[in-house]
């Protein structure tokens, strides 16, 4: 048997990171405490403090599990299972979709955790490069070149994780092509955000690659057209306010794919959320709230 392959970055964390005054290396913010979350809301912590305390469904609670599964077509609670973070579900995905002597491709730079997980179950792994001489476009002649009847799975993460280099519409339609040919799953994490200013969307992103976040690809442009090239989304979250949904937005949700957004006047808004069902959607209204205008072509006009 060969030797155990340790996932050496999350194990230097592990031991350190809670024993430091200064930690550069973790991805997340500074947590929050309960008190700040929440706030002055009587109710809510009333229901918090009347929460039991008991082992709770092992495949997440019904109620989200059936919210999840509204969102993808033919889907029931009953294909859903809910992991407690990213690296539960890689693992569950690997040992679930492969066997030992499988091949998978793997995309590096990367997370190494699939790297790990692969090494210590045996399996044929395989890598692919990203090219640093080319701005880290990925080597797809090197893919298709090492990818085989046996290949079950291609691992990407686009934006790349640590380089954030983004795929381009013919990479990502050479993978798929070439991931069919082989019959493999390809596994894949991408996150976009829209920002109207050119220089609040240049601060974001070297805010978010400072906190470690580099598979966040922020886009500078009119965020009431969508981004219409990633369409169809699953999900469309919207933190500005706007007279109506804009109809680009809804247009690029996907089947039971849902969009949540502050829609009213500059003063006041109800947050709505809507959910398409083929050519109709379902608006539900949430609770009133106060955010700022979104402005562009489909929403408010700039003062």
């Known amino acids: 048997m060969a030797p155990f392959q340790p996932f050496i970055m999350e194990r230097m964390m592990s031991k350190y990171e809670k024993e430091v005054d200064y930690n550069i290396s973790e991805s997340g913010v500074h947590p929050a405490t309960l008190k700040e979350l929440l706030g002055d809301n009587p109710e809510l912590t009333e229901k918090i ?11 997440g609670i019904p109620e989200l599990r059936k919210n999840i599964a509204s969102r993808y077509k033919g889907a029931s609670d009953q294909n859903i299972l809910v992991t407690i ?12 979709l492969l066997s030992p002597g499988d091949e998978i491709m793997m995309m590096l ?3 190494m955790q699939i790297w790990g997980t692969a090494k210590n179950y045996n399996l044929d792994l395989k890598t692919f490069h990203l090219q640093e001489e080319k701005g880290w476009a990925p080597d797809l002649d090197e893919l298709n070149e090492k990818v085989t009847e046996k290949t079950r799975l291609i691992a990407v993460c686009n934006p790349n994780n640590p380089t954030g280099y983004i795929l381009t519409e013919e990479e990502m339609d050479s993978l798929i092509r070439i991931a069919d040919k082989a019959g493999a799953w390809i596994l894949a994490d991408e996150v976009y955000t829209v920002e109207r200013h050119p220089d609040l969307a240049e601060d974001a992103e070297e805010l978010l690659q400072s906190l470690g976040y580099s598979n966040i690809h922020i886009v500078q442009g009119d965020g009431t057209k969508g981004l219409p090239e990633h369409a169809p989304y699953q999900a469309v979250i919207v933190t500005a306010a706007a007279p109506e949904v804009p109809q680009p937005l809804l247009d690029q949700l996907d089947e039971h794919g849902r969009l949540i957004m502050p829609v009213g006047g500059r003063a006041g808004q109800i947050l709505q959320l809507w959910t398409r069902h083929g050519d109709r959607y379902h608006k539900e209204s949430l609770t009133p709230v106060a955010f700022v205008p979104l402005i562009g072509e489909h929403g408010h006009s700039a003062p």
């Open 49 to 59: 403090l009347n929460l039991e305390l008991n082992y709770a469904h092992a495949n």
């Open 85 to 96: 973070g990213a690296i539960e579900a890689n693992y569950n995905t690997i040992k679930t």
């Open 109 to 111: 730079p990367n997370y």
